[in-house]
């Protein structure tokens, strides 16, 4: 320092603590916060006035440096907490060679290869030692067949329990009627609980965060005026609202009329639901589903839709949602659902860029695709390429345990938006 001026940020560059802001902001650009080397030099110069061997005072000082939107929050806790596990023990967080995958891209693709090929291992193991145990019980028997005792037969519930289990996994493409029928059945017992919303609205609550003034005035003239007892209130809650986007084009037409019960059900079920389907044209079929018979609603749709079991348009229908549909029915930042294989004959880049706009415009982005249950399945496809990025929730619609565990996604979906990154939609 020889003119006498401190530089924080030359002085905290150097060393142990520069090579972990430079990896922690690697790390937060990958995450998709949009961060250059201004931020991070703005980052070092707070590290140089606060305590680093307090993780309280580094958290604070780095996130003033570099979260400016309230939408980065969850994207830089979570790396923050990553990195500073990392550094526990005083030990230098690796600094990784720049490559072009440390830039924010498309999502990896996901793997259910490599898990179905451990569950088949784990169960031919199983196998083998079934056989052994075979093998070893039947040395054992005697030779005289009066000592063998008669083998006991399971009760019938059991049989029953594990006729379920069997159906619960079974693809809905390789059922027969009758295990049609039984899933009907079990679809329409589930208990769907769409995630709650807070609204600007207020309504009295004995231990609420909030006075309520006119109850407490008119609660105190009864008195005279004194004494004054507070009437709180509370935020009212409502159910968020709910869009569903089903395929019906010939590539679903093993799974259409089924789902098309199961999107009945939620119609039914929940306050606020609009359906909608697609092959190479959009309808919207919520007023169709509104009928109490399932089968008599089903009809209607099957007349109303004039491309069922057609070619398949996503990128177009989509197109069509958002600019004659979106501003009428996705109110209160709903949660969206699309369901469809993802086989396109348009253009990739117009469903890639209306997958983003769709994106911006509702709280939760669910694709369901039926395909994904299928063994070694990849998302391969230019129109499953083109939509992935854009998708917050990827995952299987092909039996009802993959409905189970929509339900549950459903039912756990809190208030706060999903962790996003920025990904940027094609040019048109």
Same mark, same amino acid.
Request: include cysteine; charge should be neutral; glycine fraction near 6%.
């Given at each position: 320092m020889t003119d006498g001026v401190n530089h924080p940020s030359e002085a905290? &560059?150097?060393g142990q603590i520069g090579r972990n802001l430079i990896v922690l902001g690697r790390r937060l650009r990958a995450a998709g916060i949009p961060i250059g080397p201004g931020q991070v030099l703005t980052m070092a110069e707070a590290m140089s006035a606060v305590d680093v061997r307090r993780r309280d005072d580094i958290y604070f000082a780095a996130r003033a440096a570099i979260v400016t939107r309230p939408e980065q929050r969850a994207a830089f806790d979570a790396e923050f907490a990553q990195f500073w596990r990392e550094l526990q023990g005083a030990e230098p967080a690796a600094l990784d060679a720049f490559t072009a995958s440390d830039t924010p891209g498309e999502p990896p693709l996901p793997d259910a290869s490599k898990k179905r090929q451990q569950t088949a291992e784990t169960a031919s193991a199983a196998e083998q030692e079934k056989t052994l145990l075979a093998v070893s019980e039947a040395e054992q028997e005697p030779e005289h067949g009066d000592d063998v005792e008669e083998m006991d037969v399971p009760p019938e519930d059991v049989l029953l329990f594990s006729a379920k289990e069997v159906l619960r996994k079974k693809d809905f493409?390789?059922? +027969?009627?009758?295990? =049609?029928?039984?899933?009907?059945? &079990?679809i329409e017992g589930m208990d769907w609980n769409l995630g709650r919303r807070k609204t600007r609205r207020h309504v009295k609550a004995t231990h609420g965060e909030r006075i309520d003034p006119r109850r407490t005035l008119r609660a105190s003239l009864r008195h005279g005026g004194l004494p004054l007892e507070l009437k709180r209130q509370t935020r009212k809650e409502r159910t968020r609202? &709910?869009? @569903?986007?089903?395929?019906? +084009?010939?590539s679903m037409d093993r799974y259409a009329r089924l789902l098309l019960r199961f999107v009945h059900l939620l119609g039914q079920g929940l306050e606020s639901t609009e359906v909608f389907v697609f092959g190479t044209r959009l309808t919207r079929i919520t007023r169709e589903l509104r009928r109490r018979d399932v089968d008599a609603a089903i009809?209607?749709?099957?007349? !109303?839709?004039?491309?069922?079991? #057609?070619?398949?348009?996503? #990128?177009?229908?989509?197109?069509?949602?958002?600019?004659?549909?979106?501003?009428?029915?996705?109110? +209160?930042?709903?949660?969206?659902? =699309? =369901? !469809?294989?993802?086989?396109?004959r348009g253009d990739p880049d117009l469903?890639?860029?209306?997958?983003?706009? &769709? *994106?911006? !415009?509702?709280?939760? /982005? =669910?694709? $369901?695709?039926? @395909? @994904? #249950?299928?063994? #070694?399945?990849q998302p391969l496809t230019q129109g499953m390429r083109a939509a992935l990025p854009y998708v917050d929730h990827f995952l299987p619609v092909?039996?009802? *345990?993959? $409905?189970?565990?929509?339900?549950?996604? /459903?039912?756990?979906?809190e208030d706060q938006p999903p962790l996003r990154r920025h990904v940027p939609a094609p040019a048109a």
């Open positions: 905290a &560059l150097t493409s390789l059922c +027969s009627p009758d295990e =049609i029928a039984e899933a009907r059945r &079990l609202p &709910l869009v @569903l986007i089903c395929d019906i +084009s010939g009809t209607n749709v099957v007349n !109303s839709v004039e491309d069922w079991s #057609g070619g398949t348009r996503i #990128g177009e229908a989509l197109k069509t949602f958002n600019f004659q549909w979106s501003r009428r029915v996705l109110r +209160s930042n709903a949660t969206v659902v =699309i =369901i !469809s294989d993802g086989w396109d469903l890639a860029r209306e997958m983003a706009r &769709l *994106q911006r !415009s509702c709280r939760r /982005l =669910i694709w $369901l695709n039926p @395909l @994904l #249950g299928a063994p #070694g399945y092909h039996n009802l *345990q993959s $409905l189970e565990a929509l339900a549950e996604l /459903l039912g756990r979906v």
